[in-house]
């Protein structure tokens, strides 16, 4: 079913409010586009680049997190099958391999359709639930892709929950 494209008016244009976001922590980006800009965010485990593109005809905000880590193509296999254990784990967003660079990203989208305003709180969540999934996952990516282990392994080892203190 085709729906006529029907953008309201909008008071700051999406990526803006990104931008003030990563000017007040300080964080490095680049914005070399209205519609887009790349933030770095220093993690435990890693830097993440985080993309945000605003699609006007879908009127959604794209969140794209990317890691170093780049799949060789014998291991493929075997992050695909982590990606699929992982994404039942996440309420929002999912992982994927981009199968021409082999590269793991975390993606999420946020609808602003109708006009709905963009504001520093949903900022904020949709970045921290793409670094905490990256935070909390990357060591599986890396057991399966330098370690050789199984997906359904690496998520056992990261899975793993300590009680008590040291």
Known sequence: MSQ????APRNEHPVDTIERLATFNQWSFDREDEDEISISVKGSWSDYDIAFTWLDELEALHVACAFELKVPEPRRADVAALVALVNEQLWIGHFEVW???????????LLLAGGAELNGRQCQCVLAAAVEACERYFQAFQFVVWAGKGGREAMDMVMLETQGHA
Do not use: I, M, N, S
């Open 4 to 7: 006529p494209h029907f953008a």
């Open 99 to 109: 199968p021409q660079e082999g590269l793991v990203l975390f993606r999420h989208a």
